[in-house]
């Protein structure tokens, strides 16, 4: 595991994410507010702490996406935990459209002193140039084709899909500039790395998966039983009998593991002919 972590930690910044971090960069200086695009699963480590650095003293909002895919409970958490730090949180699904309107509207609410200021000015009409910021496959490519109602980016289940940034016309206020996903040079913890690889976000060459399906057995285990029977129909029992065997306990995680796959057919039984 960690030597692997530590391949992960030198691999994974390729030179076109540094190239696209000064971009951000220079790009801030034209851009009135930061739409930073957070995994509603893992908030906190899909965050890029590169962001809040560079975004410091910029009008901002959270948006939460994939909220479908997280639990309702901790959803309104997190809505509160950046609300305390005096930032807007806004749950969004980008595959229904839910929470795009709301964030339409907390953009114009967030920035009209500001164009208030502009027209005392003589400034009438000036546009809204907003910057969507989050890390790859957390959704910006979805979100950006639901917000503008068309298929202006390209989506796909990859990270890194994203490769130059577009302005794109939301409404006749807001424009929205469009960036690759960036990661940052070193991930601050294992655990942050596997949540990432968890969802995606981390491509399948740098990690092991039979490693990253382990530990994702484990830890539904361990802090998503019940979900985790449900969701695959097998009983509490069952697991906790496996997890008693007298076998060292990765092997025991390991059945537990081998027995997800064959729910979800991705192993078959050979039949000897």
Known sequence: MDNRQNQANINWYPGHMAKTRRQIMEDLKIVDIVIELLDSRIPIASQNPDIAKITKGKKKIIVLN??????????????????????????????????????????????????????????????????????????????INRIAKKTTANVENKPGVTKQKQWIRINNKIELLDTPGVLWPKFESEEIAMHLSFTGTIKEEILDKLEVGYCLTKYLIENQEEKLCKRFKISKEWIHEKLLQQKPENENIYEIMLEIGKKRGCIISRRCH
């Open 66 to 143: 994939k909220c479908d895919l997280a639990d309702e409970k901790q959803n309104q958490l997190w809505v509160k935990y950046f609300e305390k730090m005096n930032i807007p949180a806004i749950l969004v699904d980008s595959n229904s459209g839910k929470g795009i309107d709301l964030c339409i509207r907390k953009i114009e609410e967030i920035m009209n002193i500001e164009l208030q200021k502009q027209a005392e000015k003589g400034r009438i009409g000036r546009k809204i140039k907003a910057m969507v910021l989050g890390i790859p496959n957390v959704g910006k490519s979805s979100f």
